[in-house]
Protein backbone atom coordinates (compact mmCIF):
# COMPACT_ATOMS: atom_id res chain seq x y z
CA UNK A 1 0.00 0.00 0.00
CA UNK A 2 0.78 3.53 -0.18
CA UNK A 3 1.66 4.07 3.64
CA UNK A 4 1.58 1.76 6.72
CA UNK A 5 -1.73 1.05 7.55
CA UNK A 6 -3.43 0.51 11.41
CA UNK A 7 -6.82 -0.72 12.21
CA UNK A 8 -8.81 -0.10 14.22
CA UNK A 9 -8.65 3.16 14.70
CA UNK A 10 -10.09 3.48 17.83
CA UNK A 11 -10.65 0.48 19.77
CA UNK A 12 -12.45 0.60 23.49
CA UNK A 13 -12.37 -2.35 25.98
CA UNK A 14 -13.62 -3.10 29.38
CA UNK A 15 -10.49 -3.87 31.74
CA UNK A 16 -9.88 -7.82 31.47
CA UNK A 17 -10.53 -8.09 27.83
CA UNK A 18 -8.54 -9.23 25.68
CA UNK A 19 -7.76 -6.69 22.06
CA UNK A 20 -5.61 -7.47 18.80
CA UNK A 21 -4.46 -3.91 16.78
CA UNK A 22 -3.40 -4.68 13.15
CA UNK A 23 -0.39 -3.45 11.39
CA UNK A 24 -0.27 -3.36 7.20
CA UNK A 25 3.30 -1.99 6.55
CA UNK A 26 4.22 -0.51 3.62
CA UNK A 27 4.73 -3.19 0.49
CA UNK A 28 8.06 -5.04 0.72
CA UNK A 29 9.47 -3.49 4.07
CA UNK A 30 11.13 -6.00 5.99
CA UNK A 31 11.32 -4.26 9.25
CA UNK A 32 8.36 -3.41 11.30
CA UNK A 33 8.57 -1.89 14.79
CA UNK A 34 5.48 -1.04 17.38
CA UNK A 35 5.52 1.83 19.62
CA UNK A 36 3.65 2.98 23.22
CA UNK A 37 2.51 6.64 22.66
CA UNK A 38 0.97 7.97 26.03
CA UNK A 39 -1.23 11.12 26.11
CA UNK A 40 1.70 13.92 26.09
CA UNK A 41 4.74 12.24 25.75
CA UNK A 42 6.44 10.37 23.05
CA UNK A 43 6.27 6.82 21.39
CA UNK A 44 8.04 4.05 23.43
CA UNK A 45 9.53 0.86 21.62
CA UNK A 46 7.68 -1.98 22.08
CA UNK A 47 8.73 -5.00 19.91
CA UNK A 48 10.65 -4.97 16.51
CA UNK A 49 10.62 -7.49 13.26
CA UNK A 50 12.68 -8.70 10.32
CA UNK A 51 10.77 -10.63 8.42
CA UNK A 52 8.61 -12.91 10.46
CA UNK A 53 11.42 -12.76 13.10
CA UNK A 54 10.69 -10.84 16.40
CA UNK A 55 14.49 -9.86 16.63
CA UNK A 56 13.82 -7.45 19.95
CA UNK A 57 10.82 -7.32 22.27
CA UNK A 58 12.60 -5.81 25.30
CA UNK A 59 10.06 -3.57 25.34
CA UNK A 60 6.97 -4.92 25.60
CA UNK A 61 5.87 -4.07 29.50
CA UNK A 62 4.51 -7.68 30.70
CA UNK A 63 3.93 -11.36 29.20
CA UNK A 64 0.02 -9.60 28.16
CA UNK A 65 1.67 -8.06 25.24
CA UNK A 66 2.10 -10.26 22.31
CA UNK A 67 2.79 -9.39 18.79
CA UNK A 68 3.76 -11.43 15.75
CA UNK A 69 4.26 -11.16 12.02
CA UNK A 70 4.03 -14.95 10.99
CA UNK A 71 4.17 -14.15 7.25
CA UNK A 72 6.79 -11.20 7.19
CA UNK A 73 3.90 -9.02 6.71
CA UNK A 74 0.65 -8.09 8.02
CA UNK A 75 1.47 -7.63 12.25
CA UNK A 76 -0.82 -8.34 15.25
CA UNK A 77 -0.09 -7.03 18.44
CA UNK A 78 -2.71 -8.83 21.26
CA UNK A 79 -2.95 -7.29 24.46
CA UNK A 80 -4.44 -9.56 27.07
CA UNK A 81 -6.29 -9.04 29.96
CA UNK A 82 -6.18 -5.44 29.46
CA UNK A 83 -5.46 -3.12 32.53
CA UNK A 84 -6.36 0.86 32.20
CA UNK A 85 -2.31 1.42 32.13
CA UNK A 86 -2.60 0.30 28.64
CA UNK A 87 -5.14 3.06 27.34
CA UNK A 88 -2.49 4.83 24.99
CA UNK A 89 -1.85 5.23 21.45
CA UNK A 90 -0.03 2.31 19.70
CA UNK A 91 2.17 2.94 16.08
CA UNK A 92 3.34 0.75 13.90
CA UNK A 93 5.99 1.81 11.74
CA UNK A 94 7.97 -0.13 8.62
CA UNK A 95 10.83 0.21 7.18
CA UNK A 96 12.62 -1.15 3.89
CA UNK A 97 15.60 -2.63 5.87
CA UNK A 98 16.80 -1.38 8.77
CA UNK A 99 19.80 -3.89 8.99
CA UNK A 100 21.41 -3.38 5.09
CA UNK A 101 20.20 0.22 4.74
CA UNK A 102 20.06 3.46 6.99
CA UNK A 103 16.69 4.30 6.05
CA UNK A 104 13.75 6.19 8.46
CA UNK A 105 10.92 4.60 9.72
CA UNK A 106 7.14 5.24 8.31
CA UNK A 107 4.41 5.34 10.96
CA UNK A 108 1.24 4.49 10.43
CA UNK A 109 -1.95 6.64 12.23
CA UNK A 110 -1.80 4.29 14.95
CA UNK A 111 -4.59 3.33 17.32
CA UNK A 112 -6.49 4.94 20.17
CA UNK A 113 -7.23 2.08 23.07
CA UNK A 114 -9.20 3.35 25.72
CA UNK A 115 -9.56 0.48 28.43
CA UNK A 116 -12.65 1.41 31.05
CA UNK B 1 12.96 9.36 27.66
CA UNK B 2 15.57 10.36 29.53
CA UNK B 3 18.16 9.53 27.08
CA UNK B 4 16.95 12.29 24.85
CA UNK B 5 15.26 15.74 26.19
CA UNK B 6 13.65 18.47 23.86
CA UNK B 7 13.71 21.88 24.64
CA UNK B 8 11.14 23.96 24.96
CA UNK B 9 8.88 21.57 25.57
CA UNK B 10 5.89 24.02 24.05
CA UNK B 11 6.18 27.20 22.21
CA UNK B 12 4.07 29.67 20.60
CA UNK B 13 5.35 31.78 18.14
CA UNK B 14 3.60 34.82 16.12
CA UNK B 15 3.27 33.67 12.29
CA UNK B 16 6.08 35.19 10.29
CA UNK B 17 8.58 34.57 13.08
CA UNK B 18 11.78 31.97 13.27
CA UNK B 19 11.92 29.43 15.76
CA UNK B 20 14.24 26.39 17.02
CA UNK B 21 14.10 23.26 19.02
CA UNK B 22 16.37 21.48 20.51
CA UNK B 23 17.58 17.69 20.95
CA UNK B 24 20.22 16.66 23.44
CA UNK B 25 21.31 13.08 23.87
CA UNK B 26 23.58 11.56 27.09
CA UNK B 27 24.96 8.99 24.07
CA UNK B 28 26.11 9.47 20.91
CA UNK B 29 23.78 9.59 18.17
CA UNK B 30 23.90 6.90 15.17
CA UNK B 31 20.96 8.63 13.54
CA UNK B 32 18.76 11.47 14.37
CA UNK B 33 15.08 11.32 13.00
CA UNK B 34 12.51 14.62 13.09
CA UNK B 35 9.52 13.89 12.89
CA UNK B 36 5.75 16.07 13.00
CA UNK B 37 2.63 14.93 14.47
CA UNK B 38 -0.58 16.33 14.55
CA UNK B 39 -3.16 15.82 17.10
CA UNK B 40 -4.72 11.82 16.34
CA UNK B 41 -2.72 11.13 13.61
CA UNK B 42 0.83 9.81 13.16
CA UNK B 43 4.44 10.80 12.60
CA UNK B 44 5.55 12.50 10.01
CA UNK B 45 9.02 11.88 8.79
CA UNK B 46 10.94 15.07 8.02
CA UNK B 47 14.24 15.09 7.95
CA UNK B 48 17.20 12.32 9.07
CA UNK B 49 20.73 13.01 10.22
CA UNK B 50 23.79 10.99 10.94
CA UNK B 51 26.93 12.64 10.22
CA UNK B 52 28.55 14.91 12.75
CA UNK B 53 28.41 18.76 11.45
CA UNK B 54 25.32 17.85 8.77
CA UNK B 55 22.93 20.08 7.89
CA UNK B 56 19.88 19.33 5.75
CA UNK B 57 16.78 21.76 4.91
CA UNK B 58 13.50 21.61 3.40
CA UNK B 59 11.32 24.36 2.26
CA UNK B 60 11.50 26.75 5.02
CA UNK B 61 13.25 23.79 7.63
CA UNK B 62 16.71 23.01 8.31
CA UNK B 63 18.00 20.66 10.74
CA UNK B 64 21.68 20.14 12.03
CA UNK B 65 23.56 17.87 13.76
CA UNK B 66 26.35 18.50 15.98
CA UNK B 67 30.05 17.74 15.73
CA UNK B 68 30.29 15.93 18.71
CA UNK B 69 26.82 13.90 17.28
CA UNK B 70 24.72 14.57 20.37
CA UNK B 71 22.74 17.28 19.83
CA UNK B 72 20.58 18.66 17.10
CA UNK B 73 18.33 21.80 16.39
CA UNK B 74 15.60 21.99 14.40
CA UNK B 75 14.24 25.69 12.83
CA UNK B 76 11.85 26.69 10.93
CA UNK B 77 12.38 30.03 8.91
CA UNK B 78 9.24 32.53 8.71
CA UNK B 79 6.66 30.26 10.84
CA UNK B 80 3.07 30.09 8.97
CA UNK B 81 -0.22 28.04 10.21
CA UNK B 82 1.06 24.73 8.98
CA UNK B 83 3.84 24.45 10.99
CA UNK B 84 1.85 24.38 14.22
CA UNK B 85 2.25 20.52 15.62
CA UNK B 86 4.14 18.39 18.07
CA UNK B 87 7.82 18.14 16.78
CA UNK B 88 9.87 14.91 17.88
CA UNK B 89 13.37 13.31 17.57
CA UNK B 90 14.14 10.63 17.57
CA UNK B 91 17.07 8.74 17.18
CA UNK B 92 19.78 5.58 16.88
CA UNK B 93 21.86 5.10 19.71
CA UNK B 94 23.56 1.81 18.98
CA UNK B 95 25.62 1.29 16.14
CA UNK B 96 23.06 -1.40 14.84
CA UNK B 97 20.22 0.87 14.87
CA UNK B 98 16.73 -0.61 15.02
CA UNK B 99 14.46 0.92 17.97
CA UNK B 100 14.19 4.64 17.86
CA UNK B 101 14.49 6.30 21.60
CA UNK B 102 12.13 9.52 21.34
CA UNK B 103 12.22 13.13 22.92
CA UNK B 104 8.84 14.29 24.83
CA UNK B 105 8.40 16.35 21.90
CA UNK B 106 7.60 20.11 21.32
CA UNK B 107 4.21 21.30 21.02
CA UNK B 108 4.58 24.38 18.45
CA UNK B 109 1.07 26.80 17.99
CA UNK B 110 1.84 29.47 15.79
CA UNK B 111 -0.59 32.86 15.81
CA UNK B 112 -2.10 34.26 12.66
Not at chain 2, 3 to 13: F, T
Request: charged fraction near 20%; proline fraction near 4%.
Amino acid sequence: GAGVSQSPRYKVAKRGQDVALRCDPISGHVSLFWYQQALGQGPEFLTYFQNEAQLDKSGLPSDRFFAERPEGSVSTLKIQRTQQEDSAVYLCASSPNVITSNQPQHFGDGTRLSIL
Amino acid sequence: SQELEQSPQSLIVQEGKNLTINCTSSKTLYGLYWYKQKYGEGLIFLMMLQKGGEEKSHEKITAKLDEKKQQSSLHITASQPSHAGIYLCGADTRAAGNKLTFGGGTRVLVKP
